[in-house]
């Protein structure tokens, strides 16, 4: 439960330039004041990410997004039918957007949450929040305040809302060009988008910072459709394993960070987790679990 005085005290702390962690539909985010240069380097700097990956731009639903991007017809019947709620919608950019927002691109990631934590945070704030997950760069990303807290410490003021609903990130399209391109598929699934506008193409230009290794935990992990044989297996081989297995869609997807934090941390050799059927939301968390059990050499 947060309450107005919270909020006050976080937008106190937007204004000076400071960040805020702030509960969304989809995970934490976050959240520093979109206008000012300086905040935005301020995330880039807290969560340990390169210069010059864009952030998405977090707006109250009463405000007016073509204050920030181009909103072409296609991106109003997008944000008519999804927002508020989990998609974000890559448009050309505004020239007061500043640079740090968009990585020196000349298209914005816009996107109007759902939650009344984040709508009472962006409404009394009266601007955009940029806001990427609330994790350090290449982590797994948090679903509630006590995963913030663990990142960051007491260094970040965290507004409490509660486990998120959705639980992965929000479903990604680039609409600034006339073929509308799915760049990270979400909670709203790509067949509900094309119900609405036609074939999606997919970019072979991914989005920048959508690396191939991400939302890693520590331990390794094992992508399975029969968890329970590579279970037997593994042990036979003297190893220690744990494992995630797939529930309803929808409760997969709000468990799944949680339970990959906590798989983490019980220090067994291997983390299994079972691969979800491919429909819906279930082809999202099979993208998230196999960015999670991609290891680079370089440390992410
Ligand atoms: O659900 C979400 O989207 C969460 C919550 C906090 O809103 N945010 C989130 O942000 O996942 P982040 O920074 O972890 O991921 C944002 C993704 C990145 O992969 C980035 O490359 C892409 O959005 N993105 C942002 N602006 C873009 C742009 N102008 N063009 C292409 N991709 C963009
Ligand atoms: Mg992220």
């Known amino acids: 439960m947060v309450r107005d005085f919270q909020i006050d005290a976080a937008v106190a702390r937007l204004k000076e330039g400071s960040l805020v962690a702030m509960p969304t539909e989809t995970v934490y985010g976050l959240a520093g004041d979109a206008m000012n240069p300086l905040a935005v380097r301020r995330i880039y700097a807290t969560k340990g990410r390169p210069a010059g990956h864009p952030?998405?731009?977090h707006l109250s639903p009463e405000a007016d997004p073509s204050e920030w991007g181009e909103?072409?017809?296609?991106?109003?019947?997008?944000?008519?039918?999804?927002?508020?709620?989990?998609?974000?919608?890559?448009?050309r950019r505004k020239p007061q957007v500043p640079d740090e927002v968009t990585g020196g691109l000349d298209t914005v990631g816009l996107r109007v949450p759902s939650h009344p934590v984040a709508q009472a945070l962006l409404s009394a704030f009266d601007g955009g929040l940029?806001?990427?997950?609330?994790?350090?760069?290449?982590?797994?990303?948090?679903?509630t305040a006590h995963h913030v807290q663990a990142e960051f410490g007491s260094e970040i003021m965290v507004l409490d809302g509660g486990p998120a609903a959705v639980g992965i990130e929000s479903t990604i399209i680039d609409v600034s060009t006339d073929m509308p391109c799915l760049l990270?598929?979400?909670?709203?699934?790509?067949?509900?988008?094309?119900?609405?506008?036609?074939?999606?193409?997919?970019?072979?230009?991914?989005?920048p910072g959508t690396?191939?290794?991400h939302y890693a935990p520590?331990?390794?992990?094992?992508?399975?459709?029969?968890?329970?044989?590579?279970?037997?297996?593994?042990?036979a081989e003297g190893r220690t394993v744990a494992v995630l297995e797939a529930t309803a869609l929808e409760d997969h997807a709000r468990n799944l960070y949680g339970e990959l934090r906590r798989l983490d941390a019980l220090g067994v050799d291997i983390l299994i987790a079972e691969m979800a059927t491919n429909v819906g939301i279930g082809l999202a968390i099979n993208d998230r679990l196999s960015r999670a059990a991609t290891k680079l050499s370089t440390d992410q």
């Open 55 to 57: 952030v998405i731009v």
């Open 71 to 91: 909103m072409t017809p296609l991106a109003r019947i997008l944000a008519e039918r999804f927002w508020p709620g989990p998609l974000t919608l890559i448009v």
């Open 130 to 143: 940029a806001a990427p997950s609330a994790n350090r760069f290449g982590r797994i990303s948090p679903t």
């Open 184 to 207: 990270r598929p979400g909670a709203i699934d790509q067949e509900s988008i094309e119900a609405l506008v036609g074939a999606l193409g997919t970019s072979n230009t991914p989005a």
């Open 211 to 213: 690396l191939k290794s």
């Open 218 to 235: 520590m331990t390794s992990l094992l992508l399975s459709h029969n968890p329970q044989l590579d279970r037997s297996r593994l042990e």
